[in-house]
């Protein structure tokens, strides 16, 4: 980190900044220009914070050198993150699919999916036992009785379960049953939610939240990571811009940055980004292309029947058909 002064500082108006720092343990070197005097800050320097430096009259400016997230960041881990669940891999060179419908609807819903996808070579099962809507009117989820029929599913076809955790109300229920817990868009930046999260030690799937930077989704991971979980994926789940094309806008260009950013597993949501079946073939041969380590998709068994989300739903038959042009794309990768 570097603080720029304004030019004429005098010395008697930097102290109090020299004293503060050297209180944290953050060791300062002058850089003296001609017209700019500027203080090079080393040593642990992430619990300082740059809303605090420009407290001091003094400071014109803060450069931040490296990135303030010490665990989720690259540097500090240059080798790639692998995770394993109930045996299925993620990350390094694996390519883990999620699939299953938006929610948990019925037994005969969730297992249709579960045999369906898991036919096609899904490695994990999806589906929202609480779902997160915009209208207070809608189908919320079948809640505990969903995760029932999620284990139920899992006892069957033995595909460890994804499913998105909304209230630290459920954390105990999710600690003990959940493979992997989601964390949608809209939580992204709950805080407290993050850290409760990570004290469960289990994988977090993370997602990028609606009008989230790259930078705030890994700080977002960090809170998880520092709570207690090294086990975080992050999820790039389609953005908010001005199109209206698109349910949002798949940045596809988040996988490399994050990938460069960040040792962590990088997966794709195609089913949110886009709103639309018809387009989820597409992205998600994109995503594979563009270095993702895998996916998460909503297949429902009869999507004209679907109580959320049947319009971006694939059916088992066309995912079945996407997988196996997902392998083509792998392959081609791999020469
Ligand atoms: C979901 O995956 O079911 C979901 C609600 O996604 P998001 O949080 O990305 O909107
Ligand atoms: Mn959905």
Redesign the pocket.
């Known amino acids: 980190m570097i603080l720029v002064l304004k030019p004429d500082t005098a010395e008697a108006d930097v102290a109090p900044i020299r004293e503060a720092l050297s209180a944290r343990g953050i060791i300062l070197q002058d850089i003296v220009g001609a017209s700019t005097t500027m203080l090079g800050l080393a040593g642990d320097t992430s619990a300082v914070s740059a809303d605090w430096l420009m407290t001091y009259r003094c400071v014109e400016r803060i450069v931040r050198v490296q990135e303030p997230y010490k665990l989720a960041g690259r540097k500090f881990h240059p080798e790639d993150s692998v995770f394993t669940v109930r045996g299925q891999a993620i990350g390094g060179g694996a390519f883990a699919v999620m699939a299953g419908p938006?929610s948990v609807e019925s037994e005969e819903q969730i297992l249709a999916v579960a045999r369906g996808v898991k036919a096609c070579g899904a490695g994990f099962l999806r589906g929202?036992a609480f779902k997160?809507r915009s209208s207070p009117y809608a189908f919320m989820g079948l809640g505990l009785d969903g995760l029932e029929l999620l284990k139920l599913a899992r006892e069957e076809t033995g595909m460890p379960i994804v499913t998105?955790l909304l209230s630290s109300e459920h954390l105990d229920a999710f600690a003990k049953d959940v493979d992997v817990i989601?964390i949608?868009?809209?939580n992204m930046q709950n805080f407290s939610l993050l850290r409760e999260v990570g004290q469960l030690k289990k994988p977090v799937l993370l997602?990028r939240g609606l009008s989230s930077t790259i930078d705030e989704l890994l700080m977002a991971a960090e809170y998880v990571m520092a709570g207690g979980s090294p086990e975080v994926i992050l999820c790039e789940?389609g953005i908010r811009t001005f199109e209206t094309a698109t349910r949002n806008t798949l940045d596809i260009s988040a996988v490399p940055v994050l990938k460069q950013k960040s040792h962590l597993p990088v997966i794709i949501?195609p089913s949110?980004a886009t709103g639309q079946w018809q387009l989820v073939e597409s992205m998600s041969l994109a995503a594979a292309a563009a270095g993702a380590d895998g996916l998460i998709i909503e297949v429902h068994n009869k999507p004209e029947a679907a109580l959320c989300d049947g319009a971006q739903s694939l059916t088992p038959e066309a995912f079945g058909r996407l997988m196996q042009k997902l392998e083509c794309v792998r392959q081609a990768l791999s020469m």
């Open positions: 938006c929202g997160p998105e989601q949608g868009a809209r997602k789940r949501d949110h």
